[in-house]
């Protein structure tokens, strides 16, 4: 692998250290890839080994992560976030159901349907209408009897 070849792979591994919105999240998502990618890097080169490589990435990776800001570069959230995300939207989905502002199913998916009904909620509640499924929606919901 050349160096040009290297360096790209690099820099596209350690932009994708941006992923989550605290340091945790972002310098555990960054140690992975950073490991990941230096255990290639490590391996093509042939000069430094697949461990220290390894290490090496892991190392770069974390610290990116870590101290970047989700205000400068955030890829949104981490893998391991995604079923949890599903499932509190499924959770929104039915108390607007109850509530009469959603006919869909509760599968966990936003769509346009479920971007309606949370509008359509948020304007009566004077929340700021964003249409988005958040953590804050939730809580209001969950404060207001709508959720379980």
Same mark, same amino acid.
């Given at each position: ?22 340091? @945790?999240?972002?310098? &555990?998502? !960054? =140690?992975? $890839? *950073? /490991? %990941?990618? +230096?255990?290639? #890097?490590?391996?093509?080169?042939? @000069?430094?080994?697949? &461990?220290? !490589? =390894?290490? $090496? *990435? /892991? %190392?770069? +990776?974390?610290? #990116? ?10 890829? !949104? ?72």
């Amino acid at each position: 692998m050349n160096l040009r070849k290297t360096a790209v792979l690099l820099i596209a591994t350690l932009s994708l250290a941006a992923c989550g919105s605290t340091p @945790g999240e972002r310098g &555990l998502t !960054g =140690a992975g $890839i *950073g /490991a %990941a990618t +230096g255990a290639v #890097i490590g391996l093509a080169s042939g @000069g430094i080994g697949v &461990l220290a !490589g =390894a290490v $090496i *990435g /892991a %190392a770069a +990776g974390g610290s #990116i992560g870590a101290f970047s800001s989700p205000d400068h570069i955030n890829l !949104g959230k981490p893998f391991w976030r995604w079923g949890r995300q599903r499932a509190r939207v499924a959770r929104i989905q039915t108390g607007l159901r109850r509530m009469g502002y959603y006919r869909g199913r509760a599968d966990g998916l936003s769509g346009p349907q479920t971007a309606r009904a949370i509008r359509r909620y948020q304007r009566i509640y004077r929340l700021p209408v964003t249409g988005q499924p958040s953590y804050r929606l939730y809580r209001h919901m969950r404060a207001h009897g709508a959720t379980g």
